[in-house]
């Protein structure tokens, strides 16, 4: 159940039996062969998924991120990390003024990992506020499903190669991982990861996927429910 789907009459309503929302990051950057929007299509969908198993509304996606490395890649636009930072505050303050005090925030790009400090702040200022926060890609869960197969999950690989993430057909075959010495500007970052697969398979068989998948929703259910 999406906010997009309801009018304020409704969620004030929904407010009266839950407190309870999804909110979901994500960023508009460069994913090789796989969607530009591929950090929101993926917790967007397992934000779906959740919320059709327990009726828990999903605020619209964040669908820029903090993404400066990846700037020489026509199509990536990013925030600077202190906006991304100040849009999370924003976002959490405007839900937890309505009353919403149970929020999950599914994240999913790495390069906005500097938004947890911010909301262990607002933890700190908020009464009766209570956060989460999973980043589906480092889930022991999903770490260990790919493990099981032999897989090595990287950006813009296999692991984001979902049925609803691809936009292009995907080459076959493994591509080497770059050799990366260290901080690299937009211009090196091009330079080094070409097509923009940080390595490994390009693509792994559906089941594989589904798997990936399920593990990741099975982790939201439980942290939705916020014990």
């Known amino acids: 159940m999406r906010l997009e789907d309801l009018n304020w009459m409704d969620v004030e ?3 009266e039996q839950d407190d ?7 960023a508009c950057e460069q994913h090789g062969y796989l969607s530009l929007l591929s950090d929101v ?4 969908a397992l934000a779906d998924a959740a919320s059709q198993q327990t009726g828990i509304l999903i605020a619209p996606p964040l669908n820029f991120g903090a993404s400066p490395y990846f700037l020489s890649y026509p199509g990536t636009l990013s925030l600077r990390a202190s906006t991304l930072l100040d849009v999370v505050e924003d976002l959490v303050r405007s839900a937890y003024g309505q009353g919403f005090r149970r929020m999950l925030v599914l994240n999913g790009h790495g390069g906005n990992d500097g938004a ?5 702040e607002l933890a700190n200022q908020l009464d009766g506020l209570r956060l989460a926060w999973y980043a589906w890609w480092t889930s022991h869960s999903v770490v260990s499903v790919a493990q099981q197969h032999g897989l090595k999950p990287s950006h813009a690989n296999w692991l984001e190669a979902f049925a609803f993430t691809r936009v292009a057909d995907l080459p076959d075959g493994e591509k080497a991982p770059p050799r990366i010495p260290g901080l690299l500007s937009a211009q090196e970052a091009r330079q080094a990861y070409g097509d923009g697969s940080f390595g490994g398979p390009y693509q792994a068989p559906q089941p594989v996927m589904d798997e990936i998948f399920q593990a990741a929703l099975q982790d939201i259910l439980k942290l939705l429910t916020f014990e």
């Open 116 to 120: 947890r400090a911010r909301l262990y």
């Open 20 to 26: 309870r929302l999804m909110l979901v990051l994500g």
């Open 41 to 44: 299509r993926i917790p967007l």
């Open 13 to 15: 309503q929904y407010l």
